[in-house]
């Protein structure tokens, strides 16, 4: 059974930093997407940084692009989410998320729709 577990969440003031981390278990084979996501009250969920386990490729959500980066660690079960220059506009509830099939591309999607294994979330608040 794949288990996600987040930590590194917490209250920063505008242009701080956290960084995430995110635990994998389960998993079967590497080769296949992981990645944050995020949710801010009233809004829908949205995807924010995506890793490719076996090939390293990344992508991002425009808004955090030159901010935030996502890595994982050399055994790949756990993927991170360096955060830097946060806004309020970064304040949500941070989801990682893990898709349960192998991917046939070397590329993932934002999507969240496209991920079916979910952490319980760890919240993110950035005050002005």
């Known amino acids: 059974q794949v288990q996600l577990v987040e930590s590194g969440g917490g209250s920063v003031q505008d242009g701080g930093s956290l960084r995430l981390s995110c635990g994998a278990s389960g998993f079967i084979y590497s080769d296949n997407c992981m990645g944050w996501f995020r949710q801010a009250p009233g809004k829908e969920r949205e995807g924010v940084a995506v890793?490719?386990?076996?090939?390293?490729?990344?992508d991002y959500v425009d808004s955090v692009k030159g901010r935030f980066t996502i890595s994982q660690d050399g055994a790949k079960t756990t993927v991170f989410l360096q955060m830097n220059s946060l806004s309020p506009a970064d304040t949500a509830m941070y989801y990682c998320?893990?898709?349960?099939?192998?991917?046939?591309?070397?590329?993932?999607?934002?999507?969240?729709?496209?991920?079916?294994?979910w952490g319980q979330g760890t919240q993110v608040t950035v005050s002005s």
């Open positions: 998320a893990a898709q349960g099939w192998r991917s046939l591309r070397n590329s993932c999607s934002l999507a969240p729709g496209e991920y079916n294994y």
């Open positions: 890793i490719f386990r076996s090939g390293g490729s990344t």
